[in-house]
């Protein structure tokens, strides 16, 4: 039950961050990159507390982004729904889901933060949940980790 809750939170998972531009409160910028679209995301796990065998290993998947100016709203693995910002060529964004396996509710917080480079990204991503504590949830509680990826335009 654990791997298949482990799964599940992999499958909410992404890798795109909570912050202002480079940690800026306010972008100065007036060109940004533009990242709209579909992009092929390929991430590798930096860190998991809950599954630190899974540590090196690789998942594909896509992520779209919808750019309104400096403004993103990203949908990694059509799971999670990430806000943010664009700033010159970097960006952030992060968002929280909630999901309900089988009794286990289990609330995700997901960030990322990267540079654009024409049609190709990379960055940084990082996740941490926390459970109801549910019995179902056969005492796993809170766990994190993080990701590096890249992503291609299609």
């Not at 998947?61 to 010159?88: F, K, R, Y």
């Not at 990267?114 to 049609?119: H, N, T």
């Not at 504590?133 to 005492?139: E, H, K, S, W």
Request: overall charge negative.
């Amino acid at each position: 039950m654990i791997r298949i809750i482990w799964w599940a939170m992999q499958a909410v998972t992404a890798a795109l961050v909570v912050a202002g531009c480079r940690g800026d409160d306010e972008c100065e910028e007036t060109d940004h990159a533009d990242i709209g679209g579909t992009w092929n995301v390929t991430r590798t796990v930096t860190a998991d507390s809950c599954d630190p065998e899974s540590v090196g290993e690789e998942e594909t998947g896509l992520a779209t982004v919808t750019q309104n100016d400096a403004d993103l709203e990203i949908d990694l693995w059509g799971s999670i729904d990430l806000n943010g910002e664009i700033c010159g060529d970097h960006f952030s964004a992060g968002g929280t889901s909630t999901d309900d396996i089988f009794g286990c509710v289990l609330t995700q917080t997901v960030t990322i933060a990267g540079a654009v480079d024409g049609d190709r990204i990379s960055g940084q991503s990082s996740w941490s949940y926390r459970t109801n504590q549910d019995p179902i949830c056969l005492g796993v509680d809170t766990c994190s980790g993080g990701y590096s990826f890249t992503a291609e335009r299609q």
